[in-house]
Each structure stands twice: as C-alpha cells, then as structure tokens.
C-alpha cells in the first residue's frame, strides 16, 4: 500500500497513541509518535509531517502553546485532540490556526475523516479539487453549482437566497472542516457586522428547511455545539 501520508502525533497517554497508531497504520499512514511538546515542535520541523494531531494536555506545556508556536513559521495542517468539551476551547484552537479539532473518545471513522480532510485541503490550498475541475460539489444527493450559483437536492433547485447560498457555498468549499460562527458571519455580512449568531440559525434553520428532508436530524449539513457548522464530506 502507497503510503498516504505522515502523520506526528503529539500524545503522552499510551493508550491513545497506540489506538491513533493502530488505525493509522491499518490504513496505510506512517505515524510518527512524540509525547511531549517540546519534541513535537523539534520533529515538527525536522519530519515534515503532512499533518499533525496534538493533544493540547501535554506534560511539559500547553498544546495551544505547541500550536502557537508552530503558527508562526508553518501552516502545515493541526488537528487539535482534546478531552475537554469546553467549547469555547476549541473555538480558541481553531482561532489560533488549528484546522479542526476532535474531542476524546472519538471512532476510527471519525479520526481517519478528520486527517483526511486536513490532509486534502493542504494538498488543494483550501478549495476543494472537485469544485476547481467541475466548479461544483457534491454529496450523497446535494450538488453545488458554483457557476450558477445554485444548490440542486436530487437534481430539483432548492431555490436558496442568496446569502443562504453563500453559506452552503462556503461550507461546501471547506467540506469536512468545522467553519466558527464568528468566521461564517465575518465571511458572509462582512467585518462590521456585529458578531450575532441569531442571524445565522435563522439562516442555517431556512437551509435545512429547503435542503434536508428532516432538518431535525441533518444529513447534509451539521452543527457543532457551541462552536460552528459542518458539511459532510463531498462524493
Ligand atoms: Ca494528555
């Protein structure tokens, strides 16, 4: 099997780090291990990895610390592993310029969806290589149509707004990625635009309404509590 990719883990529970190892390596990744954030930041620079998981509650320093400091020369992809369900936590990784975050206990699916995504948007330099061929995206039944600025559900136009559609368009360029509240509505009404999220849930509420078929349980879009929204990964 071609190797997929490198990836440093930045883990001083034993537990975890062989379970990370083992998936990893199943699935045709090299995994490079280091326990502390001082090494982290010395392998960071030395091993390339094409992307890193990092434990923010490292023995020596803070994981946010490990993150900082890897922001200033690199912009290789973070995924922040954490235990704590704080969400304003994650909301402060993913601002520090983590690229997403996972919280402990996570499955080998959603692990492997993680570094996968990471990994391709390093490769693709954020837009995504389906939209850049086709200039569409698509999922399960959802296509986006980046040239007529329309969203189709099994081919019938969902006949979104047009700030409605420059939401899903920018979930749908960042597929797999967790996008903050703050930064959705700084992307979408601008940088004045005081930071309220009601205006967002109306709209996310409208989305849903016109692209699930039950918006109680999404299956195109989904919402991170207290911290952002998800599109699912593209076909
Ligand atoms: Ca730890």
Not at 205 to 218: G, M, Q, S, T
Request: aromatic share 8%; glycine share 6%.
């Amino acid at each position: 099997m071609a190797v997929k990719g490198k990836v440093l883990i930045v883990e001083d529970d034993r537990a975890i780090c062989s379970f990370i190892r083992r998936v990893l390596e199943a699935n045709g990744y090299e995994a490079v291990i280091v326990s502390t954030g001082r090494e982290a930041i010395s392998l960071m620079a030395s091993h390339c990895p094409d992307v890193v998981l990092l434990d923010l509650g490292l023995p020596d320093m803070d994981g946010m610390d490990v993150l900082k400091s890897l922001r200033r020369w690199s912009l290789m992809p973070v995924v922040v592993v954490s235990a704590r369900t704080d969400e304003r936590e994650k909301v402060r990784a993913l601002d520090a310029g983590a690229d997403d975050y996972i919280t402990k206990p996570f499955g080998t699916s959603e692990l492997l969806a993680r570094i996968r995504t990471a990994i391709r948007h390093t490769r693709t330099t954020s837009a995504n290589e389906a939209i850049a061929r086709d200039n569409r995206f698509t999922a399960r039944g959802l296509t986006i149509d980046y040239g007529k600025y329309r969203v189709y559900i099994d081919g019938k136009d969902a006949c979104l707004t047009q700030n409605e559609f420059k939401l899903v368009a920018l979930l749908g360029r960042y597929a797999g990625r967790v996008l903050t509240y703050d930064y959705l509505i700084r992307e979408i009404w601008g940088p004045n635009k005081a930071c309220d999220n009601q205006i967002l849930r109306v709209n996310m509420a409208n989305i849903r309404r016109k692209i699930e078929k039950n918006p109680a349980e999404p299956q195109y879009i989904f919402t991170e509590v207290g911290v952002g929204y998800r599109m699912i990964e593209g076909d």
